[in-house]
């Protein structure tokens, strides 16, 4: 079954340090996966997404299929990057596009 | 904002009764969808759509009916209302293949 799972409900750290968001997946194919953001009061909005290998706000995240791992990092952690992050995969099967399976989300608070 | 609003923004009902959802877009795009939101188990897909009056069920369906009688219209209906379905509810657009944008949200308590 597809599967994500972000193992952390809560993560806080402090302005400056380096910030790492786990998340782990399962799923049988080749896999796409994204990271959305939801800052105080704003829509869900995409934060990037590991096709196009790009950094966005500072973040990146890599994709390790030995691992089914998609983490989300950041060198130094910002107190506007305070949010709550989802991971998610792409359901491919039946050609649903967009039908994405989220996590449950972590709540990255970062304090001054 | 990729033209999706989502009415009401916030709605308070009682249990049993119907509550209809309404989600709107401007560019005509093919697929629709309605996640709930909720602390402790994220996301989680209701129903979506692809096309006019074509739709699926999603992994949190029991409870909820969609219609899509137009292009530019996706409603989510709740027949009776449950206290367990207070929740945040998100409409969402496909655009570019899997790239996700989503409405401002609908919070419904259900008394």
């Known amino acids: 079954a597809q599967r994500v799972t972000q193992p952390e409900k809560l993560l806080s750290v402090f302005k400056g340090a380096p910030v790492e968001l786990k998340c782990n997946y399962s799923y049988s194919g080749s896999p796409e996966l994204f990271w959305y953001v939801q800052y105080s009061r704003q829509r869900l909005q995409l934060l990037l997404r590991h096709i196009s290998r790009e950094s966005i706000k500072g973040f990146t995240a890599d994709l390790n299929k030995g691992e089914t791992s998609f983490h989300l990092k950041k060198p130094f952690a910002q107190e506007e990057d305070s949010a709550m992050y989802y991971c998610a995969l792409s359901g491919l099967d039946g050609g649903s596009q967009g039908n994405l399976i989220f996590g449950k989300g972590t709540k990255l608070s970062v304090k001054p | 904002d990729a033209g999706i609003t989502q009415s009401p923004r916030h709605k308070v009902t009682e249990t049993g009764t119907p509550v209809t959802l309404r989600c709107h877009q401007t560019?005509?795009?093919?697929?629709m969808y309605w996640y709930r939101q909720d602390p402790g188990h994220g996301l989680r897909l209701i129903h979506y759509?692809?096309?006019?009056?074509?739709?699926d069920k999603g992994e949190v369906s029991d409870g909820y009916s969609v219609s899509r009688s137009k292009t530019e219209d996706f409603l989510l209906t709740l027949e009776s209302a449950t206290s367990s379905q207070t929740s945040v509810y998100f409409c969402?657009?496909?655009?570019?293949?899997?790239?996700?944008?989503f409405g401002s949200g609908t919070q419904l308590s259900v008394l």
């Open positions: 969402a657009i496909s655009v570019g293949g899997e790239k996700l944008f």
């Open positions: 560019e005509n795009h093919r697929y």
């Open positions: 759509s692809y096309g006019v009056k074509d739709t």
